[in-house]
């Protein structure tokens, strides 16, 4: 094993022997935050629906001489989550950061044409989800006195545009659920925080907009109106959680971050 994992030309170790789960880690922001903590040395809890996407981005860390494992869990189920917090904690001892990162879209549609069954998919995955590993890590962080939380939600909570309303709905949960949080863990020396990404061309888009690649015209309408002009890339999410999560951020608890270009200003 190197003395030095590096990731896209990243040095840094500001995670040794500490351990982190990442929800929806098979993919996306998800897949780039994992690996971007397995870079800076800590051992990561690559979690996902989906086993496979999971095993293999253990499978690559673990070849780039990172320390990982993967578990299967789907974030709305209960059982799942009590589960993903076992196999972390028998592996790794405790749980230092929780990245509640798994999450999708219904399909892009005015918000009366949106099936009752659809809302309460999408509701069950962004806010139960969220619910759920916060509910379940938040009692290990105490007994430890430490420990950091980073919800992701979307620039979408904050300055919404027609189409994702339910969805939008489920940011703005989370937003308002790390804020609370924050200030019912401050005292127990746990920070809460959360990242506002603006669109990437990730999986998501599959579900947002069905489609695996945006049409040219629908990414140019898309990055017209981001200021500084592109979508955002997995790095982009992957630096913020990290930074947010690491001790450069250690009084900071409560608020998000726009990873957004400039699109909500
Ligand atoms: N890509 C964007 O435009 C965008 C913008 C703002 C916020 N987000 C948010 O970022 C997060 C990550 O999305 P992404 O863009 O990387 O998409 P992605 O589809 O590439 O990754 C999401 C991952 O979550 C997993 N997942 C879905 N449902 C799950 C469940 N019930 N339990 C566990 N895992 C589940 C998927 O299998 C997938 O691997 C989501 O919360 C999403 O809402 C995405």
Redesign the pocket.
């Known amino acids: 094993m190197p003395d030095v994992y590096c990731f896209e030309g990243v040095i840094l170790n500001r995670f040794e022997e500490q351990c982190v789960i990442v ?9 780039a935050t994992a690996k971007r903590f397995a870079s800076e040395k800590a051992n990561v809890v690559v ?4 086993a496979a ?1 999971a095993a293999k981005v253990c499978d690559e860390i673990q070849k780039a001489g990172g320390k990982a494992i993967s578990v299967t ?4 189920v209960e059982a799942d989550m009590e589960d993903l917090l076992d196999k972390a904690i028998g592996e790794f001892g405790a749980v230092d950061v929780m990245v509640n ?5 219904h399909m892009s549609r005015l918000l009366w044409k949106i099936s009752v069954e659809e809302f309460d998919a999408v509701f069950a ?2 806010v139960k ?1 969220v619910f759920l590993g916060c509910k379940h890590v938040i009692p290990r962080m105490i007994e430890r006195k430490k420990g950091v939380i980073v919800n ?5 909570a904050i300055a919404p545009r027609a189409g994702v309303t339910p ?1 939008n709905g489920t ?1 703005g949960a989370v937003l308002t659920m790390t804020k609370g949080l924050a200030m019912e863990t401050a005292r127990h020396n746990i920070r809460v925080n959360a990242v ?13 907009m069905g489609v695996d690649q945006l049409e040219d015209e629908d990414r140019e309408r898309l990055i017209s109106t981001i200021p500084l002009g592109r979508m ?1 890339e ?1 790095f982009d ?1 992957a630096a913020a959680v990290t930074f947010l999560s690491s001790e450069d951020a250690r009084f900071i608890t409560g608020t998000s971050l726009n990873v957004d270009g400039g699109r909500s200003v």
């Open positions: 929800t929806g880690a098979g993919s996306g922001f998800g897949e979690s996902d629906v989906e996407s869990c789907d974030v709305s990162n798994a999450g999708y879209s995955v962004n989800g992701i939600a979307s620039v979408g969805y940011k506002n990404p603006v669109a990437a061309e990730t999986g998501f888009m599959k579900g947002a955002a997995p999410v």
